[in-house]
Structures are given as structure tokens and as C-alpha cells.
């Protein structure tokens, strides 16, 4: 089992800044894809970004490629997302999932899943 926790979400103003964290726990995460989606009201998921935790490999939604970016501290077991020139269409609630695949950027991909944590850009 994985447990996942997200945490730094909340309000900012269109044009700022959030960085949201993703602190993992339970079996050894080091051959997992980590991965960020969002959902927003009456949308379905989607994916935004995934990194894998052995290594450096990225794969970013088109939507937030030059403003998002994923990052990982393995020694603190930590995935983070630096969300910058956020925008009002980027609200929504982010989820932290982990995925035993390869390459994965649908839900049904992911194994595991955060409680997600509330983002919401003013205009």
C-alpha cells in the first residue's frame, strides 16, 4: 500500500504562484510514476504532469508545459508541483497518484490516490 497526502493549495490571485506537495508513504516508491491531475467543477479529471521517482523522466499536459514543473526529494519521499503564471481556468482540486507503470496519463493508470488539495485562481 501507498498513502499519499497533498498538501499547499489555496487562493491566489491570476499571475501568481503555488508550489503543492505530495508526501508519500508505505512500500518503496522507487520504480512508481508519480503523477499530478486536477478536476474541476463538473469536468472530469485530467492529467497534468507525472515524474518518475527513479529518475528524471517528465511528461506534462500541453495545457501547463512552461508554467508548471514536477519535481521530487527522495529523501524525503516528497513530489512537489510549482504551479506558476497560474491562471483562473487552473482551479480546481490537484490530486497526487501513483502509478506501478511505465508511462501512464489516465486515471484508470494510477494505483493509488491522494485526498487532493483545493486550488482556486482569482481573476
Known amino acids: 500500500q501507498v498513502q499519499l497526502v497533498e498538501s499547499g493549495g489555496g487562493l491566489v490571485q491570476a499571475g501568481g504562484s503555488l508550489r503543492l506537495s505530495c508526501a508519500a508513504s508505505g512500500r518503496t516508491l522507487s520504480s512508481y510514476l508519480m503523477g499530478w491531475f486536477r478536476q474541476a467543477p463538473g469536468k472530469e479529471r485530467e492529467f497534468v504532469v507525472a515524474?518518475?521517482?527513479?529518475?528524471?523522466?517528465?511528461i506534462y499536459a500541453d495545457s501547463v508545459k512552461g508554467r508548471f514543473t514536477i519535481s521530487r526529494d527522495r529523501a524525503k519521499n516528497t513530489v512537489y508541483l510549482q504551479m506558476n503564471s497560474l491562471k483562473p481556468e487552473d482551479t480546481a482540486v490537484y490530486y497526487c497518484?501513483?502509478?506501478?507503470?511505465?508511462?501512464?496519463?489516465?486515471?484508470?493508470?494510477?494505483?493509488?490516490w491522494g485526498q487532493g488539495t483545493q486550488v482556486t485562481v482569482s481573476s
Open positions: 497518484a501513483a502509478s506501478g507503470s511505465l508511462y501512464a496519463t489516465q486515471e484508470k493508470g494510477y494505483d493509488y
Open positions: 515524474i518518475r521517482w527513479s529518475g528524471a523522466n517528465t
